[in-house]
């Protein structure tokens, strides 16, 4: 148990208490009379009160340091839990942003990939088709082959000639179908020779037509939009006077300036006015 310490100002305090018993108890004996000599003087008096005010005080002040320490730790714990959810709420916003972009990202490569897959099927399908249609050429070539023969050979025979139209007719049936994929003939005949579409399989001497011309086609070509799947096999022309070059094309007419008005432009310009 620990022993109350009274400090400096309480055992002033306390001591003029004491005199004033010791006064009293000697004032109170018998034979004396009068007042009694122990009672407190005005200075007295006052030097106790301030004593009592002191310890007041100074009681005061160690309950508000207790409590200021108090609530210095209460702040600091408070902060030490703003600080740590100051640090989740920063972790959480990285780890949203961080799902974002890899969200992003992923999105971006399934485009890319969903555009890639359908050009790679719309390629296949493109390849597809033109396998069957390089496969089906030659069943063209050898009906024009043997349309031609006939009509040369066949001479006044009515059944001939009767079968033959009907293979005219299947001929040009199928190439209704293949020309609607975008199958188209290339027949260069008395067109300038193009490499890039035409196959040279001999030379022939016309002094009468221009150098570099094709002068028959052996087999015709055929392009699938804008690609040429088979080229024309082609005899050219040579002796004859060179190509000129092409012209160049005439170029636009400029508009004309700010201050004129086209015939289109009049007619407009009435037509609304008379409609107000």
């Not at 009293?24 to 009694?36: C, I, L, N």
């Not at 570099?212 to 690609?227: L, N």
């Amino acid at each position: 148990m620990k022993v109350p310490i009274e400090s400096d100002d309480q055992k002033a305090a306390a001591a003029p208490a004491e005199g004033v018993q010791d006064t009293a108890g000697a004032s109170q004996a018998p034979g004396q009379g009068g007042q009694a000599e122990g009672d407190m003087t005005p200075e007295e008096e006052a030097a106790r009160v301030e004593a009592a005010k002191r310890a007041g005080e100074q009681a005061a002040e160690e309950d508000f340091q207790a409590d200021a320490q108090r609530i210095r730790a209460e702040r600091d714990e408070l902060q030490r839990k703003l600080d740590g959810v100051a640090d989740q709420v920063d972790a959480a916003k990285r780890q949203a942003a961080d799902s974002a972009n890899r969200l992003a990202r992923l999105q971006a490569d399934w485009e890319n990939y969903r555009r890639r897959t359908a050009q790679e099927r719309l390629a296949e399908k493109e390849r597809a088709a033109e396998k069957l249609v390089v496969s089906l050429l030659p069943v063209l070539d050898d009906m024009e082959r043997a349309s031609e023969h006939a009509h040369a050979t066949g001479g006044d025979d009515d059944q001939l000639l009767q079968f033959v139209e009907g293979v005219d007719a299947i001929h040009d049936k199928m190439y209704g179908v293949l020309n609607k994929e975008g199958v188209e003939v290339i027949d260069p005949t008395g067109q300038a020779f193009d490499p890039n579409l035409h196959q040279a399989i001999g030379r022939v001497e016309n002094a009468e037509v221009y150098d570099e011309t094709v002068a028959q086609v052996y087999q015709k070509g055929y392009r699938m939009g804008d690609k040429v799947i088979r080229s024309a096999m082609v005899m050219v022309s040579y002796g004859g006077p060179k190509r000129p070059a092409p012209e160049p094309e005439p170029e636009a007419p400029e508009a004309e300036g700010d201050g004129g008005t086209t015939d289109a432009q009049a007619q407009d310009t009435g037509s609304s006015e008379a409609e107000k």
